[in-house]
């Protein structure tokens, strides 16, 4: 087995001596064109908690995003997740008094799991899980340039019908009703979050976290108990509402020579749509 980060993450990403076309390996979202801040930079302020751990009566990281996780657990509080926009988490950073162990400090830990890319039947590579994994648990970050929203549709338009389309797009209501759109690109610098597959039925769901920066981190969490061996995968519309859904879409459209690049889906779940999820917001 080979260590696709090389040493970058906590622990080794695996696999099987499998060829893989070249991208630069990064744990964390870089900046990339158009995009104003440097996610490495520390763009927000800390609490002045000196406890062990905050509680969200006095801490101010807490109330301002409103605690995400069980904190005797540091596992996500799914209910959070139900509703159609993503409201947003704010963990513990270098500027907070609290301590390492703080239970508010979850996705800044980084890959704690021991993850495999493997080749698919159907759908080239994926990754699936060496270990059992409880509902609610940390499982990666879908890292990569952090782009504008002029550039995510510059670089979705010049994709082939050949190519994945990688780019994420996040929503987030940034109060006052007005809305914010994150746009993340693993294709060139990115994660082993980028060998995610899409499933109608994932196994995970995408939650913006941010820890020291304005830029959120895409972070994706268990959604059920995950059993060994198993594939792990994600809805790429996110969840967060402003997706089309299949149907908006024919397939005569999709075909169409200069049209957005429709992609088959065969996630074999029940509830399948056929496709994978297109943001067409990029391209309108
Ligand atoms: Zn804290
Ligand atoms: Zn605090
Ligand atoms: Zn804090």
Same mark, same amino acid.
């Given at each position: ?135 609610? %648990? @940390? *499982? ?6 952090? /782009? ?7 670089? !979705?338009? =010049? ?22 759109? %994150? @746009? *993340? ?6 994660? /082993? ?7 109608? !039925?994932? =196994? ?81």
């Amino acid at each position: 087995m080979v260590d696709l980060s090389d040493g970058l993450e906590d622990v080794p990403v695996l696999h099987k001596d499998l060829k893989i076309p070249t991208f630069k390996y990064c744990p964390d979202n870089v900046q990339g064109p158009g995009c104003g801040v440097d996610p490495s930079e520390v763009t927000l302020p800390g609490c002045s908690c000196v406890s062990r751990s905050c509680c969200p009566e006095s801490c101010s990281c807490l109330q301002t995003g409103g605690p995400a996780y069980l904190s005797a657990s540091a596992l996500l509080d799914l209910n959070r997740t139900d509703s159609d926009y993503s409201s947003p988490v704010f963990e513990c950073n270098a500027l907070c008094g609290c301590s390492d162990t703080c239970s508010n400090r979850v996705v800044q830990k980084g890959l704690q799991l021991r993850l495999e890319i493997f080749r698919t039947s159907s759908r080239g590579c994926g990754v699936r899980t060496l270990q059992q994994i409880p509902r609610g %648990t @940390f *499982v990666c970050e879908y890292a990569g340039e952090v /782009v504008s929203f002029a550039e995510a549709r510059r670089r !979705q338009l =010049n994709q082939s019908a050949e190519e994945n389309n990688y780019i994420i797009a996040v929503m987030e209501h940034a109060g006052s009703g007005s809305v914010t759109k %994150t @746009f *993340v690109d693993p294709t060139r610098v990115g994660n /082993v979050g980028r060998f995610l597959n899409h499933s109608c !039925q994932p =196994n995970l769901v995408m939650v913006p976290v941010r820890v020291h920066s304005v830029v959120p981190r895409l972070a994706l969490f268990a959604s059920r108990d995950i059993r060994t061996e198993e594939e792990l995968t994600f809805d790429y519309s996110g969840g967060c509402g402003e997706q089309q859904p299949a149907e908006a879409m024919t397939v005569a459209e999709a075909n169409r020579p200069n049209g957005p690049q429709r992609k088959p889906c065969s996630c074999g779940a029940n509830n399948c749509t056929g496709f994978l999820p297109l943001d067409l917001s990029i391209l309108s």
